[in-house]
């Protein structure tokens, strides 16, 4: 037999025009290839740079929620994550993928279909902010993990994952802590958005026990309808009672500054009153004073991490959200709103420090409280409480010193006195 080159070229030609089609089919027809699961993404606290980075934001028109046949429609609400301030710094591509995945959530389709190119990074940065801002999402936590689906090109062309609950039992337990939030919204009507954001701090704090086995522990649905949650579900309660009352409010994780405890910490902006679009810092969990290791007499006030600047709250948390996203919160020093300088409680000299105490004690108020200003006083008055505490008692003639206690916020430069008056 003769050997023929051109027919074995032939062949092979068509071997290979196979092989690039089938591909190109691959690569292209969104064939999944291979899976994996995608956890939470929490960077190591001591890679983390602090940088600032303010940008602006535009508030399109609020969405409608996805219906479910036969269900009635959560109650109404304010709430939009369209002006969610963190959401708005996104581009658009990744606002459309976080629209896709929030309505599939809401849905609760097992698997949702996304049409465009994405990497893991942008569905890890859209998680990060649907877990953070998005306290209407009760039937899925990020952090249980989620099933991305990729093509050869490393593009991610679906989603699944694994609900809580049923679209119906979502949607009844969104009715119910919609309903909830407004009980408590109504009690403050007429005040102010500062003293409403006092009101909203105490509430939870006077209502909320911190519990690590609570069902819904982790959304505001345990906080708010449950009594029970832990960190997360506090900020997420404070994020929807804020938004139904018109004003914003954005949450940033973190860890507590001296232990691997993970801590939400919310901040929000009182552009409503005019404080010219400035951030100041919450977190109603360290304010809860059960959350403290000392004794029921000597708990510390509710008020300690009220309207903090981003310096003060640094002392005791550590910042830690997606990379890719860090820079995009704001970080700032604002003093104006201060809980203790709005109360009249700062003083910058023993004279001021010593009259707030006196009028708080006139009073014959339990708690008698200070912030000192001034880093010098602070440590005057640490450095010598009980003399100092005994000679401003001695000023107001039924204070039972002997039987009163006293404590100190080290970072905070807060000083409380739980006292004891005699009878008359």
């Not at 006077?206 to 649905?221: C, G, K, Q, R, S």
């Not at 832990?230 to 954005?250: F, K, P, Q, W």
Request: glycine residues 4%; aromatic residues 12%.
């Amino acid at each position: 037999m003769k050997y023929r080159p051109r027919k074995f070229v032939r062949v092979i030609g068509k071997f290979l025009k196979l092989f690039v089609f089938f591909f190109i089919l691959v690569a292209f027809a969104d064939i999944p290839i291979r899976k994996y699961v995608t956890a939470k993404y929490m960077p190591d606290p001591e890679s983390l740079s602090l940088e600032t980075h303010i940008f602006e934001q535009s508030i399109p028109d609020a969405p409608t929620m996805p219906s479910v046949p036969g269900q009635a429609e959560p109650t109404a609400h304010l709430y939009s994550i369209e002006n969610n301030y963190m959401f708005n710094q996104l581009p658009e591509r990744q606002k459309d993928l976080y629209r896709t995945i929030r309505s599939g959530i809401l849905n609760g389709s097992e698997r949702i279909e996304l049409e465009g190119s994405f990497t893991s990074e942008d569905i890890d940065v859209v998680m990060q902010i649907l877990d953070d801002q998005d306290f209407e999402i009760l039937n899925f936590q990020p952090e249980q993990g989620w099933m991305n689906s990729m093509n050869m090109l490393d593009e991610v062309i679906s989603l699944q994952l694994d609900y809580s609950y049923s679209v119906e039992e979502e949607y009844a337990m969104l009715d119910e802590m919609n309903r909830k939030a407004d009980e408590i919204i109504a009690q403050c009507e007429g005040l102010g958005d500062y003293e409403k954001v006092v009101f909203f701090n105490d509430y939870l704090v006077d209502n909320v026990v911190y519990d690590l086995e609570a069902p819904n522990a982790h959304n505001a649905y345990g906080a708010l309808v449950e009594g029970m949650a832990v960190c997360d579900g506090y900020a997420l309660a404070m994020n929807c009672l804020l938004n139904r009352s018109g004003i914003e409010t954005i949450t940033m994780q973190g860890f507590s500054a001296d232990s691997e405890r993970q801590r939400e910490v919310e901040f929000f902006d009182r552009s409503l009153l005019e404080y010219d679009d400035r951030w100041y810092y919450l977190d109603t969990t360290y304010n809860d004073p059960s959350m403290s290791d000392l004794s029921h007499e000597t708990q510390t006030g509710k008020h300690h991490y009220l309207n903090l600047t981003f310096d003060e709250m640094e002392k005791s948390h550590l910042f830690a959200p997606v990379q890719s996203i860090r820079d995009l919160y704001p970080m700032e020093n604002n003093e104006t709103y201060s809980y203790y300088r709005m109360q009249g409680l700062t003083g910058s000299t023993m004279e001021e420090c010593r009259n707030i105490f006196l009028a708080q004690s006139a009073a014959h108020m339990q708690r008698v409280e200070l912030r000192a200003a001034d880093d010098e006083v602070f440590e005057e008055i640490r450095d010598n409480i009980t003399t100092i505490g005994s000679n401003w008692a001695g000023l107001i003639s039924d204070i039972d010193w002997e039987n009163s206690y006293v404590t100190l916020d080290e970072q905070l430069h807060i000083v409380e006195f739980i006292l004891e008056y005699s009878e008359q």
